[in-house]
């Protein structure tokens, strides 16, 4: 009323200057606002008042609605129906770009959840981001029902937004095994609050999805129930490709624990059968012919008693540690030591088996004193020093070199034997891979436990060929904190 009143004042101030057929103009320009800001219903009554008006004011007899000439009465006619015609088609205008504006929210909207699932590979954070979305776009609640682990459906509380009863139950679980939608807006049961709609996968579906919207016409028309129909198609694609994730990861731990468990058996088969046999020759010898022998001979074939007994010793050791470190079991007992005492006992370990071997020890006098596990340490040098006595000539060298940063200790064991592969510089340090297995002997877990002990110091190992021949591996330990100052005895 109050636009019909502004458009019959404008061509009241036009009146003396204008046709009658001009200042029509200024009412059907109130039609086409009113029908643009407030619809239908508004603007037909702005269209009728606009005729009345238009009728009382310009058209004579002035003041009264009767009309003198028969002629307008086509032009009222007229004039309503462009009235009527232009707010219908405004209307529809309106109608139009506000569903556009609301397909581009649910893209964005659908293209957002895409995005955030394809991030994620964990099932519950999935259907949270599914179900967070969903009921943010539809205006709704959203309650998940997911299958247990004998295949009976169940509501999933972790994502479920609103109160489920038996009723909802039954819903979802007719939709999960009949693979259609149930509940509102549906053939079955639409009497119901909450609309329930499979998430259907290629191999059957995953699970049912409740929506409740909060007003009961929110999918009475097509548009949004394909659009909510994406949504959820969307969720299932993301659910099953988790899953099928899930599968393929059981899948290669299966092989991989196939892999190792036949390396280990063939491994062991041979690096424990070897040893064995020679202690079993040895001793059988010794208690057959031992009176016959003479005592260099004894003490040969004792000698070699002892050594296998070592190694087989020390390859029990390796697969004890290994297991110990890969379970978590084995804690850290971290104190003060200088590196040099880690050096030399590991080297007094080794001393059978480093024999004539020259050894160049290279560490200089104030390097500071590590926080670390003195044992273990000792045992990542000693099976460097191991692998590198299988794995060079008898005559080759040895060198241990000790620096220090502000920041960590370096400690590098260099040999001058052939060096690793290129290309399988990290890869030795793999369970039970050898980079030479026919020219050695033990079962691949040294450098794959000193690996594992550096890495639980914070520090770092890896291999490099070094340009004249042989192959370094160095290792650091980290200098967290400033060792313990020790105070004189006559302070």
Not at 144 to 160: E, Y
Not at 346 to 370: F, H, Q
Request: overall charge negative.
């Amino acid at each position: 009323m109050a636009a019909v009143a502004g458009a019959t004042s404008i061509s009241w101030l036009m009146f003396p200057f204008f046709e009658l057929a001009t200042l029509i103009m200024t009412y059907l320009l109130a039609i086409v606002v009113i029908a643009a800001r407030y619809g239908r219903g508004p603007s037909v009554c702005a269209s009728v008042v606009s005729v009345a008006a238009f009728d009382f004011f310009f058209v004579p007899p002035h003041f009264t609605f009767a009309v003198a000439d028969t002629q307008y009465m086509l032009t009222f006619a007229v004039m309503l129906v462009v009235g009527l015609v232009i707010s219908g088609l405004t209307v529809r205008i309106r109608l139009q770009a506000e569903a556009a504006r609301q397909r581009e929210q649910r893209t964005a909207a659908l293209y957002a959840m895409s995005r955030e699932l394809g991030q994620t590979g964990v099932v519950k954070d999935l259907l949270a981001i599914a179900a967070q979305h969903i009921g943010e776009v539809f205006s709704a609640e959203v309650g998940l029902f997911l299958p247990d682990a004998d295949g009976r459906l169940d509501v999933d509380p972790r994502t479920s937004a609103f109160a489920i009863d038996a009723t909802d139950l039954a819903l979802s679980r007719w939709a999960f095994e009949n693979r259609r939608p149930a509940g509102l807006g549906t053939v079955t049961s639409a009497k119901a609050d909450a609309m329930y709609l499979p998430l259907l996968g290629h191999r059957g579906p995953l699970g049912v999805m409740g929506v409740r919207p909060r007003r009961r016409d929110a999918f009475e028309t097509a548009e949004p129930l394909r659009q909510l129909e994406t949504f959820i198609n969307q969720t299932a694609l993301a659910l099953e490709r988790a899953r099928l994730a899930d599968e393929a990861q059981d899948a290669r731990l299966r092989a991989e624990t196939e892999r190792l468990r036949n390396a280990l058996l063939t491994s062991i088969s041979h690096d424990l059968r070897t040893p064995l046999a020679a202690i079993t020759g040895a001793a059988t010898t010794l208690l057959d012919s031992g009176a016959r022998l003479d005592h260099r001979t004894q003490r040969e074939l004792l000698e070699s008693i002892r050594d296998e007994a070592e190694r087989l010793n020390r390859l029990v050791q390796n697969l004890l540690q290994m297991t110990r470190l890969e379970s978590g079991a084995l804690q850290l007992r971290r104190d003060w030591h200088p590196v040099e005492e880690v050096v030399g006992a590991a080297l007094g370990r080794l001393t059978t088996s480093l024999g004539d071997r020259r050894v160049t020890v290279s560490i200089p006098p104030d390097l500071p004193l590590v926080a670390m596990d003195d044992v273990l340490i000792e045992q990542v040098l000693v099976n460097l020093l191991d692998n590198a006595v299988k794995y060079t000539p008898s005559e080759s060298a040895i060198r241990i070199i000790a620096t220090a940063t502000d920041r960590k200790v370096t400690v590098e064991v260099a040999d001058r034997g052939p060096g690793v592969p290129h290309g399988e510089e990290d890869r030795v340090f793999e369970k039970f891979y050898r980079a030479a297995p026919r020219s050695c002997q033990g079962a691949g877990l040294g450098l794959a436990i000193c690996r594992a002990i550096v890495t639980a110091h914070g520090g770092r190992i890896w291999a490099q060929n070094l340009p004249e021949g042989g192959v370094a591996f160095l290792l650091t330990l980290p200098l967290t904190d400033a060792p313990p100052v020790s105070v004189p005895a006559d302070a």
